[in-house]
């Protein structure tokens, strides 16, 4: 089945120690978004790319990057994590970038930092 | 983007038919309406997209008034796996995809 797959699901980080996230998919999809997502809150953009082409949200931390190598592949980089950075970390992809899209979220890595 | 309000949590029992509506008071004219579904420890899934009307699909439907500043999503017959967040976003075709999450209505259902 088509999909998209995030690894780890669970990654451990000591404190200011860089972390990638990785994330895949099968669908073919022009545009990749990574969403933050606390605990008891809802998921909140981080970033997204429509092909190659790298849209960042306005208050989206520095300490946040991201790499699309392939059409296939996303990475997210956590330069130095925090202790608020602990969260899980969602993978979505949709064909086109508009609201009418559906969006097809990944099961999600829960980043800890201790 | 519309800004959402949605109730925070709702109780079921097994069996019955859950309304979650949704307002929208901001809704812009070439503004769509979605739902998605949240599981624990899981992403969210798409459950119903819908401009006008009523739009019914597998899982659920979908109630929009004609002036369209709140929506109810349906859930018929629940079940214990329904429980989940639910939450409503509103955008137009020109959003760049950008889903804003509202604060999501957590749904407990219960034997």
């Known amino acids: 089945d088509a999909m998209v797959i995030q690894n780890p699901r669970y990654q451990v980080t000591q404190f200011g120690k860089p972390v990638t996230l990785s994330c895949s998919q099968t669908l073919n999809h022009n545009v990749m978004y990574w969403y933050q997502q606390k605990s008891s809150q809802a998921p909140k953009l981080l970033f997204h790319?429509?092909?190659?082409?790298?849209?960042n949200e306005a208050d989206t931390p520095d300490n946040f990057q991201s790499r699309r190598p392939n059409t296939s592949f996303c990475f997210l980089d956590i330069r130095s994590p925090g202790l608020g950075d602990a969260a899980m970390y969602l993978c979505?992809?949709?064909?086109?970038?508009?609201?009418?899209?559906?969006?097809?979220f990944g099961p999600g890595t829960r980043l800890t930092v201790l | 983007l519309a800004k959402t309000t949605q109730p925070i949590s709702m109780d079921s029992y097994e069996g019955q038919e859950v309304n979650i509506t949704c307002s929208h008071n901001?809704?812009?004219?070439?503004?769509?309406i979605t739902w998605y579904q949240q599981f624990p420890s899981q992403g969210p899934r798409f459950i119903i997209q819908?401009?006008?009307t009523k739009v019914t699909n597998e899982v659920a439907s979908l109630f929009i008034p004609a002036d369209r500043k709140s929506s109810t999503l349906s859930l018929p017959r629940v079940s214990l796996s329904d429980t989940a967040v639910y939450y409503c976003?509103?955008?137009?075709?020109?959003?760049?995809?950008?889903?804003?999450f509202g604060a999501g209505t957590q749904v407990v259902v219960t034997p």
């Open positions: 976003l509103v955008g137009d075709r020109d959003s760049w995809g950008k889903l804003q």
């Open positions: 901001n809704i812009a004219t070439n503004d769509y």
């Open positions: 979505a992809t949709s064909r086109e970038r508009q609201a009418t899209d559906t969006q097809y």
């Open positions: 790319y429509y092909d190659k082409d790298f849209n």
């Open positions: 819908g401009y006008k």
